[in-house]
């Protein structure tokens, strides 16, 4: 096998063994055992193993299973829009809005419609920050506003306009049946509704929420789980000052 081309790794390279979790809706028993082997078949692996089954409620059973996956992949095809973005620390972050823009930066963030989640907004705006790592409310030249959860698109949009901020944040943790991607669209369609689309730049995050993702439903960039406050001040900071050379060349 190429070196492009990779399978899951078990025991040894390229062997193919991952494990999947699922719950399949009856009653634990040696025929729900063989159900849940068959399905797997189904879905091109092989050597299936159902190695746990336990009863989770009245006819739902979940599973653990082993199984070799049959499909390679030529990893020389995989493309994906990435960041092309100095990380800098604290300090250096600081430094640059203080000396390019002589002004602090403005950021307003919350969970919008029904998720009445705040981990993932704090975790990057509130002072203490995550992973030892700085929130932006830390940072002494940015502003940070941090609305909390279930905050409606239209408050979210008075108040960016109100504090006239530089970025907005948006975070949604709860992914069921795609909320999180109607609510992220709601938004983008709020701002394209009263031509606003341009004057703020637009960050999302959460956990399913990936760069290329948000890139597709109309933001500057998208930021999964384990992000560091750093990271999105690092990009902030890069995209503003580079919009502001560029609005001098012009």
Same mark, same amino acid.
Not at 70 to 75: G, S
Not at 88 to 111: C, S, W
């Given at each position: ?63 653990? =299973?082993? *199984?070799?996956? !049959?499909? %390679?992949?030529?990893?020389? $095809?995989? @493309? ?82 109100? =504090?006239? *901020?530089?970025? !907005?944040? %948006?975070?949604?943790?709860? $992914?069921? @049946? ?73």
């Amino acid at each position: 096998m190429g070196e492009e081309m990779i399978k899951p790794y078990g025991d040894t390279l390229n062997d193919g063994m991952v494990q999947l979790s699922f719950t399949l809706p009856v009653e634990n028993s040696p025929r729900a055992k063989k159900a849940a082997e068959i399905y797997v078949s189904k879905l091109n692996f092989e050597d299936v193993s159902v190695v746990h089954a336990r009863k989770i409620a009245d006819n739902f059973t979940c599973f653990v =299973v082993y *199984a070799r996956a !049959i499909p %390679i992949l030529d990893y020389s $095809t995989v @493309k994906v829009p990435e960041f092309k973005i100095k990380p800098m620390d604290f300090y250096e972050i600081n430094e640059i809005i203080k000396i390019k823009l002589h002004r602090p930066l403005m950021v307003v963030g919350a969970t919008i419609g029904s998720d009445a989640h705040t981990v993932g907004i704090d975790a990057i705006m509130n002072m203490k920050g995550y992973d030892q790592d700085y929130g932006l409310e830390r940072y002494p030249e940015i502003n940070a506003c941090n609305m909390g959860a279930q905050v409606p698109c239209e408050e979210l949009l008075e108040k960016a306009i109100d =504090v006239k *901020a530089d970025v !907005i944040l %948006i975070s949604q943790t709860v $992914t069921k @049946k795609n909320a999180h991607i109607r609510n992220f669209s709601e938004f983008i369609k709020l701002l394209e509704e009263k031509n606003l689309k341009r004057r703020f730049l637009l960050i999302a995050g959460g956990p399913g929420i990936s760069n290329d993702l948000a890139l597709k439903l109309g933001y500057d960039a998208g930021f999964g789980p384990e992000t560091r406050p750093s990271q999105v001040a690092s990009f902030i900071v890069t995209k503003i000052t580079e919009q502001k050379s560029a609005k001098r060349k012009i």
